[in-house]
């Protein structure tokens, strides 16, 4: 597997491919790295199957409605998300498939009610449900801390110790 963090101010996005299929997908992109993105593709020469945001994002850009649109590629959030230009949602348990990445969908509110969490074999990306020394916050629109603990609690933390998290942008 091919995996790529990008970074910007404190977002972060994640380019995860597959080698035997060259399919990719792309996680909370920032609308200012898009180039920088498009590049790691063509380099790697993987073609963009999914665009995630793993919620609705209240602390930077996203690129998933321009990327969507240039490069045809649906854009991927959950079923409660009020985002218009969502061509794919997804709700708990939902699975994505490009190429040999098989990639579940752990609805995760609290952060805001459309969060998820994307589970793989090996690894969570967490969105803004975990970050880097901390949780995501709960004062904003949609947000819930008692839902955000339900989904740390209930569900996150109960993945297997090995799993390695990814925190969100």
């Known amino acids: 597997m091919l995996f790529e963090t990008f970074a910007a101010g404190g ?3 994640y380019l995860i491919g597959c080698e035997t ?3 990719a997908v792309l996680i909370d992109p920032e609308l200012s790295l898009a180039h920088h993105y498009r590049g790691y593709l063509s380099k790697h020469g993987l073609t963009l199957r999914y665009l ?10 996203s690129a998933t409605r321009q990327l969507g649109k240039a490069l045809d590629v649906p854009v991927v959030m959950h079923r409660l998300s009020p985002a218009p230009h969502a061509g794919l949602r997804l709700d708990d348990g939902d699975m994505l498939i490009a190429g040999r990445l098989k990639i579940k969908a752990m609805h995760t509110p ?3 009610r459309d969060s998820i969490c994307l589970v793989m074999e090996d690894r969570i990306f967490t969105g803004d449900t975990l970050l880097i020394g901390g949780t995501g916050r709960t004062d904003l ?3 819930d801390p ?3 603990h339900e989904s740390l609690f209930g569900k996150v933390l ?5 799993t390695s998290g990814l925190p969100g942008p």
Do not use: I, N
């Not at 995630?52 to 850009?61: C, I, L, M, S």
């Open 158 to 162: 109960k993945l297997p110790g090995e």
């Open 11 to 13: 977002c972060r996005s």
């Open 141 to 143: 629109p949609t947000g």
């Open 110 to 112: 609290g952060h805001t």
């Open 146 to 148: 008692h839902d955000l």
């Open 52 to 61: 995630v945001d793993t919620h609705t994002h209240a602390d930077h850009f």
């Open 21 to 23: 299929s060259c399919a």
